[in-house]
């Protein structure tokens, strides 16, 4: 059984920084993709960075610049640096896994294991 979990997040004042990590247990050794999702109020939820099973890093457009995911030294671990954060960023924030190969790391329907979100404020 797969377990995704998320921490960090807060609140921050426009232009600050927070980070964000995950950890997802059960994944096995096979290659398979791990991202960052947001929802912000009354919006669907965006993909915002990811890695497909090949590595390969995907940003969001609002996000290019200023956030970085980072795998850790750990299997199965990423984080999310986000800097010059704006109020536009504010949502809550999910970490997620695929069981299996995925092809694209902001493609939500990839992937089928999911955090329970970590709340992210930005005040203007």
């Known amino acids: 059984q797969v377990h995704v979990a998320e921490s960090g997040g807060g609140s921050v004042q426009a232009g600050g920084s ?4 995950c950890t997802a247990s059960g994944l096995g ?9 947001r929802r912000a109020p009354e919006k669907m939820r965006e993909g915002v960075a990811g890695f497909d099973g090949d590595g390969k890093v995907y940003y ?11 795998k850790g030294d750990a ?10 954060l704006t109020p536009e960023d504010t949502g809550m ?15 939500g329907y990839e992937f ?6 970590t709340q992210v404020t930005v005040s203007a």
């Open 18 to 21: 927070l980070r964000l990590s």
């Open 75 to 84: 299997k199965a671990t990423v984080s999310l640096e986000m800097d010059k």
């Open 112 to 117: 089928d294991n999911w955090g329970q979100g």
């Open 60 to 70: 969001a457009d609002s996000v290019k610049g200023r956030f970085t995911i980072s």
């Open 29 to 37: 050794d096979h290659p398979h993709c791990m991202g960052w999702f």
């Open 93 to 107: 924030y999910y970490c997620a896994a695929s069981t299996g190969y995925c092809y694209n790391g902001l493609d």
